[in-house]
């Protein structure tokens, strides 16, 4: 068992911590706001730590899942310098590939480990320790952090050198953007052409049209229910992400730009905390205003 810090308790920190404790390993989590670290000890086996300082001091794995590469930058500034040596350092955040490989040049100054592993699977998959992680880093320090990080995960992949996996996460985010409008144009379409939106999915997804948005996401898209995942601002932030990478890469990128728009046009129906399938609500909108 294993001495772990986690560090940022929000929708998805805040049931990992907890399955790293409910695996039997030393907990001490940091939260920005307090009280949610309170929160989280009255739940679960572990300590609270004032300041991300004192969370690290004596962890074996620190763990970060904060909101965006600024988040990252702060308290990776007060946490690098205390770390002890042989520890490791493992980002949750979706952030930036640039952000990661300078984390592990930071760690390494240290003689500390560090994986960039941003998790897909949303806070369902948090929650149910069911996370696929993508990851990047160096063999050694990826092998001695997977079985650890298997308390909340179902599938973890080292992609290669550090930036690797918020790279794959990248790709991650820009083929959800695609599938998601698709599929909000294709129920759209069923609903205007007076079709029964339940025989449409029965039938197209047994087909090549199926996947994972269509199977769990499809209800409550016509129901216009969207507060059931990852947030339109989040999305943004990580579509802004991907788009500022491809302008360095000089990958092309039109449907996702495309996509990231009409985020920006859900965000301003006051969406912004509705789930990314909240796409279908802006073409809804559309119609109101014709």
Not at 11 to 27: C, D, E, I, N, T
Not at 56 to 84: Q, W, Y
Request: aromatic share 6%; glycine share 10%; with cysteine.
């Amino acid at each position: 068992m294993a001495k772990c810090a986690f560090l940022g308790l929000g929708v998805m920190g805040f049931p990992m911590a907890g399955h790293l404790a409910a695996k039997g390993h030393q907990v001490t989590v940091w939260n920005r706001t307090t009280e949610k670290a309170r929160l989280w000890a009255k739940a679960h086996t572990g300590k609270v730590a004032v300041t991300p300082e004192d969370a690290v001091r004596d962890a074996d794995f620190v763990f970060l899942c904060l909101g965006d590469d600024p988040d990252v930058r702060a308290v990776a500034d007060k946490i690098i310098p205390v770390m002890k040596r042989g520890s490791v350092l493992v980002d949750h955040t979706t952030a930036s590939a640039t952000l990661a490989r300078g984390l592990h040049a930071e760690c390494k100054a240290v003689d500390a480990g560090f994986i960039d592993a941003p998790v897909s699977g949303g806070q369902a998959g948090a929650e149910n320790g069911q996370l696929a992680i993508m990851c990047g880093g160096e063999a050694d320090v990826f092998a001695y952090a997977e079985p650890v990080m298997k308390a909340y995960a179902k599938a973890i992949t080292l992609i290669g050198e550090a930036g690797s996996g918020q790279l794959t996460k990248m790709v991650n985010q820009i083929c959800i953007a695609g599938v998601v409008q698709g599929l909000s144009e294709g129920l759209h379409f069923a609903e205007q052409a007076g079709l029964d939106a339940e025989k449409v999915i029965g039938a197209i997804s047994k087909g090549a049209a199926q996947s994972w948005q269509m199977e769990n996401r499809w209800q409550t898209m016509v129901a216009g229910q969207f507060e059931h995942g990852f947030a339109t601002n989040w999305m943004r932030k990580d579509l802004r992400i991907a788009l500022d990478e491809a302008r360095n890469n000089g990958a092309r990128l039109p449907v996702a730009a495309t996509v990231d728009q009409f985020y920006a046009e859900v965000q301003a129906m006051g969406g912004g905390r509705w789930d990314t399938s909240s796409l279908i609500a802006r073409l809804k909108n559309a119609d109101k205003q014709a």
